[in-house]
């Protein structure tokens, strides 16, 4: 697991402490499973979404210490958030980390869109 003291990695107190980290590969999951930009979802999230994101964001950190995590498996570990509140500003946090780069003075650049049609077509 990443140093706690690192500025870029977010810890999230659930069942244990784990990691929160929305890398290109958790971005481009959750794009495609609610069909969402991150400003939609940083807007209105509903609890199933709320649960696949989750997941998609700690899969790193379960895989690190030899965990698979499943959908099924998210209501009981977000259960142990203190609120539902700290969920959404641990979320924002670790959103804002992975965008940081694309966010400059007063101005956030739009993330890619997810285009699987325009890409199989080719």
Known sequence: MANKNNNDVVIIELDKPRELRFGHKALKKMSASTGKSVEDMESEMDFEELEQIFLYGLEKDARANGETLTLDM??????????YQYLMDKFQEAIKIAMGSMVTEGNAMEAPKLNRAGRRAK
């Open 74 to 83: 998210m209501e009981d570990i977000l259960d142990c958030a203190p609120s």
